[in-house]
């Protein structure tokens, strides 16, 4: 079993605590991704289940063994890091065997573990290189070997790809998949990405400030976030946020806005009803913002005249930044948009999708 829990662990470091109170139980073979900005205290977590930082308080098991005091060595982990930590002078296939080595494995169970990794990873013919012979992206593939080759309980990653460029990220993302899918093990992987998180993670534990926001799956995230931190972070383009007021009635609710004055759909008006007359922030998505010409049908559609700032062409889709007295705000619309910079354009908001946040605790009302 190789099942992971932190339970009420904390992390000083001086005056700064880095991970406060974390409670989170990852269930054996399951992949795990911490995701936050930097400074939220994912890296110091994963640190800590590493035994390379020692806990202030709590605790954190890994199977049924509470590991505070266990070393490293013997906790049954892996880690790779953002820097691929290669051994310049080593081929690729000693430094795949350096661990196996150290613990005196066979060399015939040695060459076939690491063979075995290599086919995985479609390293074979690399084995005998050096790791300045090798791309950023063939030295990611055997950092990743050499922790595959050593068949851990679980595997630990810290940003493995920020040191590749874009269509290596997304390359490598799906073969760590594959390979987590493969092996059958526990991953937990750290990144600052959301796009790496949403892709890759079977649930999502989202980071700010040491503390835990939401443990979700990734779905669940991007459809109800329970605050406005979380909203902010899931999903790309970033949500777009306004502030405004609630008018009207119980029965005939409105939300007003920079510009704008917008009919609250009935299933969401009712847990709205304390707020009338009050301040508070919503949120709506780039991605529920239409060209009004080229809107999906049966929407819950509410429509505004707006200036367009700025577009961006991205071929299936275009970005347009709009202007709502002097608000700025971004629409993810069809790319048969005719909109152009300077212009008016009628965009439609999908209601249905739309979220509210109380202004001074920045949760999730609706």
């Not at 690491?114 to 593939?141: F, H, M, N, T, W």
Request: aromatic content about 8%; glycine content about 6%; some cysteine.
């Amino acid at each position: 079993m190789a099942r992971v829990v932190y339970d009420h662990v904390t992390k000083h470091f001086g005056d700064v605590v880095a991970v406060n109170d974390l409670c989170l139980d990852i269930a054996d073979k399951e992949f795990l991704v911490l995701v936050g900005p930097s400074g939220c205290g994912k890296t110091t977590a994963l640190r800590l289940l590493a035994g390379l930082e020692d806990t202030t308080s709590g605790t954190i098991k890994i199977g049924d063994r509470v590991v505070n005091d266990v070393a490293p060595k013997d906790r049954d982990i892996a880690m790779v890091f953002q820097s691929y930590a290669l051994y310049p002078h080593m081929t690729v296939f000693d430094n795949m065997a350096f661990g196996l080595k150290l613990r005196k494995m066979p060399r015939e169970e040695i060459e076939k573990s690491v063979k075995s990794a290599a086919a995985k990873l479609g390293i074979e013919k690399l084995l005998d290189r050096k790791p300045k012979q090798l791309s950023g992206g063939q030295r990611q593939r055997v950092a990743l070997g050499r922790a595959i080759v050593r068949n851990p309980a679980v595997f630990l990653m810290d940003e493995p790809l920020s040191n590749l460029d874009a269509k290596l990220r997304v390359q490598t993302r799906a073969e760590i998949s594959k390979l987590h899918h493969e092996l059958q093990a526990t991953f937990i992987y750290v990144t600052h990405d959301q796009m790496e998180a949403m892709t890759m993670g079977e649930r999502i534990a989202v980071m700010r400030d040491g503390l835990l926001h939401q443990l979700d799956t990734p779905q669940h995230l991007y459809d109800s976030p329970v605050n406005m931190f979380v909203a902010g972070f899931i999903g790309s383009p970033a949500m777009n946020f306004f502030e405004t007021t609630i008018q009207g009635t119980a029965d005939e609710m409105y939300v007003e806005g920079p510009g704008f004055r917008l009919h609250v759909p009935p299933e969401k008006a009712s847990a709205l009803r304390d707020y009338l007359g009050k301040a508070m922030i919503f949120g709506i998505r780039p991605e529920d913002i239409h060209d009004r010409h080229f809107s999906p049908p049966n929407i819950t559609a509410e429509h505004l005249n707006v200036e367009v700032d700025v577009t961006e062409v991205m071929g299936s889709e275009v970005f347009l930044y709009l202007l709502t007295d002097g608000k700025t705000f971004i629409a993810r619309v069809d790319p048969r948009t005719s909109a152009r910079i300077g212009q008016k354009v009628d965009v439609s908001f999908n209601m249905a999708n739309v979220h509210f946040f109380d202004k001074q605790t920045e949760k999730t009302v609706v």
